[in-house]
């Protein structure tokens, strides 16, 4: 190539890298912008110790969690009570027994959760969050929206990836974790307590692995229909299950979960026989009464 030519292809091909990296820095400052940190307008001085914090939180969902649903208009009355709470979850202090913090951050992600959805004026879905130029559904909420957790500032991504999964292989925490959608797992209606951890977490798994919303057997198909949640995470349950002495897979830990009831047989069937795993469609609904 003549040297003045390629001298004039370096000058263009730098001057449009020039370009690119500008564009993209300036879209990534504009998606920064539309960040939002959530946080009551003022914390009390002397914030909520534990036992006061888990009882408190544990009058609230009582009141607004139902069979049909959350009651966010419920949820809003009392959005004194949810702030009070939410500057417990600011400065909380981190703990080293396992029972306590994994407890306490599946109660800060449940809290945030419905505190994000209040904030935000959530009507139909949490996908009504959004931030302009991101294409992909869900980051509006679940990583634009920043709260204050043990003194760092994080979004509801890293809460659950970061502070919960990371750090736990036990996946029935996918059973107590929502995400306000309707096909979540139901948000119980009390909160997490570390010397009751065990049971409450063996409850709530049980309820996602029984034949129901989550888990459907078909027996004229002869199809096993799952929550996609399943899929999402199937290394979390297959993990699980192995550290449970089970067959890797999810079906297994299924199986190991679910109440025993008359239905089961139907369950253990499409286990047994290998039935094909239809991943159900995932309700983005809020999970409203």
């Known amino acids: 190539?003549?040297?003045?030519?390629r001298r004039r292809v370096l000058k263009v091909s730098f001057v449009t890298l020039v370009v690119l990296v500008s564009s993209a820095i300036g879209t990534l400052g504009f998606i920064w912008s539309h960040n939002q940190y959530l946080a009551p307008a003022a914390c009390p001085a002397e914030p909520l110790d534990d036992p006061a914090a888990i009882q408190l939180l544990d009058?609230?969902?009582a009141s607004i969690v139902h069979d049909d649903g959350v009651d966010y208009g419920a949820a809003r009355t009392q959005l004194d009570t949810i702030e009070s709470l939410v500057c417990w979850v600011g400065s909380h202090e981190p703990r080293s027994d396992w029972k306590q913090d994994l407890a306490f951050h599946i109660n800060a992600y449940n809290l945030l959760v419905i505190y994000g959805v209040l904030r935000t004026d959530v009507a139909q879905t949490i996908h009504e969050v959004h931030v302009p130029l991101v294409p992909?559904?869900?980051?509006?909420?679940?990583?634009?929206?920043r709260f204050q957790v043990e003194g760092q500032r994080i979004n509801l991504y890293q809460l659950e990836h970061e502070s919960i999964r990371a750090r736990y292989?036990?996946?029935?925490?996918?059973?107590?974790l929502n995400c306000a959608s309707?096909?979540?797992p139901p948000l119980a209606p009390w909160a997490f307590k570390p010397d009751e951890l065990d049971a409450q977490l063996q409850q709530v798994a049980h309820s996602f692995a029984s034949v129901g919303e989550h888990v459907r057997p078909d027996e004229d198909a002869r199809t096993l229909n799952l929550s996609s949640i399943y899929?999402?995470?199937r290394s979390d349950f297959e993990t699980h299950?192995?550290?449970?002495?089970?067959?890797p897979s999810v079906p297994a830990w299924i199986v190991h979960m679910a109440d025993e009831a008359d239905d089961n047989s139907l369950?253990?069937?499409?286990?047994?026989e290998g039935w094909p795993v239809v991943w159900l469609p995932y309700d983005w609904s809020l999970n409203a009464r």
């Not at 190539?1 to 030519?5: A, E, G, K, S």
């Not at 299950?241 to 089970?246: H, I, K, P, R, V």
């Open 182 to 184: 309707a096909s979540c």
């Open 267 to 272: 369950l253990q069937q499409a286990v047994r």
């Open 59 to 61: 009058r609230l969902l």
């Open 1 to 5: 190539m003549n040297p003045q030519l």
């Open 231 to 233: 899929l999402w995470y």
């Open 241 to 247: 299950a192995t550290s449970l002495a089970l067959d």
């Open 169 to 176: 292989a036990d996946a029935r925490i996918h059973a107590a």
């Open 136 to 145: 992909f559904a869900g980051y509006g909420f679940f990583y634009s929206l």
